[in-house]
């Protein structure tokens, strides 16, 4: 069976894959986010999420434990009023965020890329490995309600916020505050299955090779 390994922490993005159906392992990166954008320098809230995806994927591709395996990483980062919002971590910072979204829209962006960690036919001629290396953004629309001082200070007095980019969950309490989305709701979790259905198209996978009846967090 065609082994996939999430080069991700976030217990969202397990969960989505999970309640999926695909069968997948974790391994996590040991990725300095703030290093890795101050050695490329990348500002756009869309080149950075794809930047940071692949960062990760390829720290994980590296691993011994890799070997024989596809690697996706994913990475998002929140665009608005023309700024880049990844984790806020302290209280005060999502506090000023939040209520500056009240009532308003931004655009969350998930970069995804794939590693494909199998032989190739130039060292087996029964391989299925491409070598692919390979990645695309998914991007959706948020708005929010308007949102009270009170009903931000509850929010982030559960936690949740802190470590989330743009310092919101959908499938969370954030939820809550969300009007609609204009979009993938999956990029807005963190990982958009169809794009990675369409990543694995060019390691010669089908989704449908990783589905499993209980998935494998």
Same mark, same amino acid.
């Given at each position: 069976?065609?082994r996939?390994?999430?080069?991700?922490q976030?217990? #969202?993005?397990? $969960?989505?894959?999970?309640?999926?159906?695909?069968s997948?392992?974790?391994?996590?990166?040991?990725v @300095?986010?703030?290093?890795?954008? #101050?050695r490329?320098?990348?500002?756009d +809230?869309?080149?950075?999420a794809?930047?940071?995806?692949? =960062? $990760? =994927?390829?720290?994980?591709a590296?691993? +011994?434990?890799?070997?024989? #395996?596809?690697?996706i990483?994913?990475?998002s980062?929140?665009?608005f009023?023309?700024?880049?919002?990844? $984790?806020?971590y302290t209280d005060?910072?999502a506090r000023?965020?939040?209520?500056?979204?009240?009532?308003s829209?931004?655009v969350?962006h998930? !970069?995804?890329?794939?590693?494909?960690?199998?032989?190739? #036919?130039?060292?087996?001629?029964?391989?299925?490995?491409?070598?692919a290396?390979? !990645?695309?953004?998914?991007?959706?629309?948020?708005?929010?309600?308007e949102?009270s001082?009170?009903?931000v200070?509850?929010y982030?007095?559960? !936690?949740e +916020?802190l470590h989330? %980019?743009g310092?919101?969950?959908?499938?969370?309490?954030?939820? =809550?505050?969300?009007? $609609?989305?204009?979009?993938?709701?999956? =990029?807005?979790?963190?990982?958009?299955?169809?794009?990675?259905?369409?990543?694995?198209r060019? %390691?010669n996978?089908s989704i449908?090779?990783?589905w499993?009846? @209980?998935?494998?967090?």
């Amino acid at each position: 069976m065609t082994r996939l390994i999430l080069a991700s922490q976030s217990p #969202a993005r397990t $969960k989505l894959l999970t309640e999926a159906g695909i069968s997948h392992e974790i391994l996590v990166s040991d990725v @300095d986010e703030d290093a890795v954008q #101050a050695r490329y320098g990348v500002t756009d +809230p869309h080149d950075t999420a794809l930047l940071l995806a692949r =960062a $990760k =994927a390829e720290a994980v591709a590296s691993l +011994p434990e890799a070997e024989g #395996a596809l690697v996706i990483g994913c990475d998002s980062v929140f665009e608005f009023d023309g700024e880049s919002h990844g $984790k806020p971590y302290t209280d005060d910072v999502a506090r000023e965020r939040m209520l500056r979204m009240s009532g308003s829209m931004g655009v969350l962006h998930t !970069g995804h890329w794939l590693v494909d960690c199998r032989e190739t #036919a130039a060292d087996d001629p029964e391989a299925d490995g491409t070598g692919a290396t390979i !990645g695309a953004v998914s991007s959706a629309e948020v708005h929010f309600v308007e949102m009270s001082t009170d009903d931000v200070d509850a929010y982030i007095a559960t !936690g949740e +916020p802190l470590h989330c %980019a743009g310092s919101f969950t959908i499938d969370g309490l954030g939820g =809550a505050f969300i009007r $609609k989305v204009d979009g993938d709701p999956h =990029a807005v979790v963190g990982l958009s299955i169809s794009t990675m259905r369409e990543l694995l198209r060019h %390691a010669n996978v089908s989704i449908t090779e990783l589905w499993s009846v @209980d998935g494998n967090a």
